[in-house]
T-cell receptor
Framework: NAGVTQTPKFQVLKTGQSMTLQCAQD?????MSWYRQDPGMGLRLIHY???????DQGEVPNGYNVSRSTTEDFPLRLLSAAPSQTSVYFC?????????????FGPGTRLTVL | AQSVTQLDSHVSVSEGTPVLLRCNYS??????LFWYVQHPNKGLQLLLK??????LVKGINGFEAEFKKSETSFHLTKPSAHMSDAAEYFC??????????????FGRGTQLTVWP
């Protein structure tokens, strides 16, 4: 199993550009989530999904969209990038919510918005 | 509301000495508590979790944590530090009910340095 994979590993954007961060898992996990990690802030939940076709907002959803058309994939879209979105983004998955099951994290995408 | 406070942003120990990383939590309901570790340029890995079973929880790599409801604490300990323990550690709280069901709330992290 590859586990949770994220692409790209690094990305530089200009303000106003759009892009999609990809996340895929091959463990047949129902629950997937996106976090951002900023220095001294820990991880904050952006969006999450409890299964294909179902998504919901986390703590810091503004400026981000998600969709979940398949169990395996959970892309995160930045519609119009802003410097405040410079961060490291982690995707995670678990079999059933993050309480019952261990969350498996991807290696992260380091995004810089100029 | 759930929140976590990690009392030390940095902890330095010598190899072979005990490790103590402190965490206090706030939760409106019965909490589930976790410790995650992040090695440089890596994703997070679960060390251990407490979900209302035994109050002393054993995790991987010799770490353990004790849930103390009266002190609202969930400190992480290890009897003898190893160089490979150098990493950032996150205390995490969640709730099993309410409008934020299933969400995890991360502390700001404690950077552990291990000196040879």
């Amino acid at each position: 199993n590859a586990g949770v994979t994220q692409t790209p590993k690094f990305q530089v954007l200009k303000t106003g550009q759009s892009m999609t961060l990809q996340c895929a898992q091959d463990m047949n996990h129902e629950y997937m989530s996106w976090y951002r990690q900023d220095p001294g802030m820990g991880l904050r939940l952006i969006h999450y999904s409890v299964g294909a076709g179902i998504t919901d907002q986390g703590e810091v959803p503004n400026g981000y969209n998600v969709s979940r058309s398949t169990t395996e994939d959970f892309p995160l879209r930045l519609l119009s990038a802003a410097p405040s979105q410079t961060s490291v983004y982690f995707c995670a998955s678990s079999y059933s919510g993050p309480i019952q099951g261990e969350q498996f994290f991807g290696p992260g995408t380091r995004l810089t918005v100029l | 509301a759930q929140s976590v406070t990690q009392l030390d942003s940095h902890v330095s120990v010598s190899e072979g000495t005990p490790v103590l990383l402190r965490c206090n939590y706030s939760s409106s309901y019965s909490p589930s508590l976790f410790w995650y570790v992040q090695h440089p340029n890596k994703g997070l890995q679960l060390l251990l979790k407490y979900t209302s079973a035994a109050t002393l929880v054993k995790g991987i790599n010799g770490f353990e944590a004790e849930f103390k409801k009266s002190e609202t604490s969930f400190h992480l300990t290890k009897p003898s530090a190893h160089m490979s323990d150098a990493a950032e550690y996150f205390c995490v709280v969640s709730s099993d009910r309410g409008s934020t069901l299933g969400r995890l709330y991360f502390g700001r992290g404690t950077q552990l340095t291990v000196w040879p």
